[in-house]
């Protein structure tokens, strides 16, 4: 499976590459939070930008990482 998001970039190497860049910075880089904390924090940015796709992607990742489908749910309905 290829995210939508990279789909997008692809026609364009350069933007493909700064994206790909900036997310493994972001989310994979050296950091003292957890990827689940960045993947929850991804979805409470995604709820105030109002990005239903990214709100989906990193909703998603929460219940992956989280085990718990639950707390993937409840933050995408309401992070608050």
Known sequence: MVPNVLKA???????????????????LGESG?????????????????????CLVAHGA???QLSGDPALGEMLVMNYR
């Open 61 to 63: 990742a929460v219940r």
């Open 33 to 53: 939070l957890s990827k689940l904390e960045r993947e929850m924090i991804a979805v409470v940015v995604s709820s105030i930008n109002k990005c239903f796709y």
């Open 9 to 27: 970039y692809a026609f364009d190497v350069a933007k493909l590459n700064t994206f790909t860049a900036l997310y493994n910075d972001l989310m």
